[in-house]
């Protein structure tokens, strides 16, 4: 068959030598006309790559929701690769022919070499058996390898797109390739090959050029689909480890999964994302333990979550250990009659219903008091089946949203909220055993930590209004501020260096509330702490109105002014940044007028949070029902 393909390039081969007069520039110029004659098979090849880049949104997004399983993602993608007409062996088939005309070239080279023709010599020479000068073609070869590789990466429209770890690959075969032919070959072949690499530059360009990437290919869609991915796998970055190291808590991961499973009949599952989360189910958790004899299995992403140690006193809880990437799976092979979170975005994000299970019911457990429309997605909600409700609030936008949306009627239940059901009594037994009110007024500043808080825009002006009038002002930064601005914070305290702590105090230690239940008059810009500390002291806020956290952008849509920003007149004073100057005037006046705001802030609180002082009650009710429910539906 060589023999055959030899025939067909010697046809070619000789006009050129006759047309240069010269083998090396006869061979240039046959890669040159080899290269012209399959453009058209190199078209193909360009728009079969460009036809990968199309798809690799829906990819991206495939992996974001079945990510960890590789099964169902490989299934999906191949049948994507079918409908779109993507053939993943194409671009094999330039270098496939390449390879075949290299080896029609052997006899060539050797007709040439074998007709002693002055200055051929050195066309024939192979590198492993001639040595001398020859090891410069294996050379040049890998270098030829490393110039196309450096271009294609920037200019081919998948390899471009393809991950470092691909285009490592890609291009390390690549001269590896080069440097083999160039070591066991003919020189004159090794020069076509060094030839047929670096016009695969220019081919490439002008692909580019009939062809254009651009054209076809959403690019933003595609930075969106890689930034939801990247997102994903940035879950526990804090496990990262090198190579070489085994990560301590792969094998607790591995037994706590598998003694998930080996449970047959759960009845209730409670998933945390973090020890924090379990204040939020305390209360109902505390319920079921107390009126059944229910199991509660309880999932976290956290190592460390306090409800290890509790499991220790409480038999009846179980508690697993399977971290975040770990949990997309188990959420998909999920078997349980009830399933209760705080997680928003259910099915949306990277956290999927059960596949296993169809009759499972979702319980979402609200972590905050305010609206359902605002700081959330458009869908954080739409895949529960039942919404514990704090206030009536919630009830409204859900329903709203249900009509405008047209989504199927979810079970939305009175529940209240334990949370701050246990701070309120918290904050009665604090003022009970006080031995009175503060011995001079504490003014605290509790901001959020996002872009343009009140610390970064106008905390200057703020604390020029408030210092020098007999107060105490406290600072209490969000930690994620502390995290992530170290240098604003500590530039921030060091711009009051000179003012004591019984006038100005910068706290440090998060661990206690103190601060928060004995202080008189609580400033901030969108900190939920606001809630907390009004329905539980019944004390006025100051909210500064810097620019709004909003995960909505339809949140108009729906027609309901949400109470994050219709709360902040009434159970307090909104303030522009710019206004920040005159805030200590109105603290002076609110600390005059205390039960006035009380009575106010109560009347507020009572017609905003149902069930107040029974919210793990009838939470934990309602979750006892459903698992009865279940029980006696199958």
Known sequence: MFSAI???????????????????????????????????????????????????????????????????IGERQNQMNKEKGYHPLLSLVPLIIQIIILFGLVDVIHSITDSGTPGTEFLGMVPIEDGGLSWI????????????GFAQNRINPLQREQSRAEKNMTNGLSIALSLVLGIFVAAGMAFYWICSNLSAIAIQALANVCIPPKKYIDYADLEASRAELAELESLESDRKKKWYQRDPLSKREKTDYKRFFNVVGKHIV?????????????????????????????????????????AEQEPRIRPYYIGAKRAITLMMKMDADV????????????????????????????????????????????????????????????????????????????????????????????????????????????????????????????????LDRGWRVIVRPHPEYTKRFRARWEALQARYTDRSEDELYFEHDFSSNATIWTSDILITDWSSVACEFSFSTLKPCIFIDTPMKVGNPDWKDLGIEPTDISLRNQIGVSFAPERASEIGQTVASMLSSTEDWHDTIKGVRDGFIFNIGRGAEVSGEYLLQAILRHQSDR
């Open 6 to 72: 030899a025939s067909v390039l010697q046809i070619i081969v000789e006009p050129c030598y006759k047309l240069t007069g010269n083998w090396w520039l006869a061979i240039l110029l046959f890669t040159l006309i080899t290269k012209v004659i399959l453009f058209p098979m190199s078209l193909w090849v360009q728009w079969n790559s460009i036809k990968m880049v199309q798809i690799m949104p829906e990819i991206n997004r495939l992996k974001v929701k079945y990510f960890g399983d590789r099964e169902t």
């Open 137 to 148: 073609m294996p050379l040049l070869a890998g270098l030829s390898a490393v110039a196309m």
């Open 270 to 310: 409670f998933y945390s994302e973090g020890s924090g989360f379990y204040k939020y189910f305390k209360g109902a958790i505390e319920y079921l333990l107390s009126h059944s004899d229910v199991i509660v299995h309880y999932v976290t992403n956290d190592p460390n979550d306090q409800i290890f140690a509790l």
């Open 339 to 466: 399933v209760v979170t705080t997680l928003e975005d259910l099915e949306t994000f990277y956290l999927k219903r059960s596949y296993v299970r169809k009759d499972i019911e979702y319980v979402f457990m609200f972590h905050h008091m305010m609206s359902c429309h605002l700081t959330p997605t458009r869908t954080a909600y739409d895949h529960y089946d039942t919404l514990l409700c704090i206030g009536p609030h919630q009830v409204a936008e859900v329903r709203r949203a249900e009509e405008l949306y047209n989504l199927p009627a979810k079970n939305l239940v009175e529940a209240g909220y334990d949370l701050i059901d246990e701070e309120i009594a918290s904050y009665d037994k604090l003022a009970a055993s006080s031995s009175g009110p503060n011995e001079k007024p504490v003014v605290l500043i509790a901001p959020s930590w996002q872009d343009g808080n009140l610390l970064d825009s106008c905390f200057d002006d703020l604390a020029s209004s408030l």
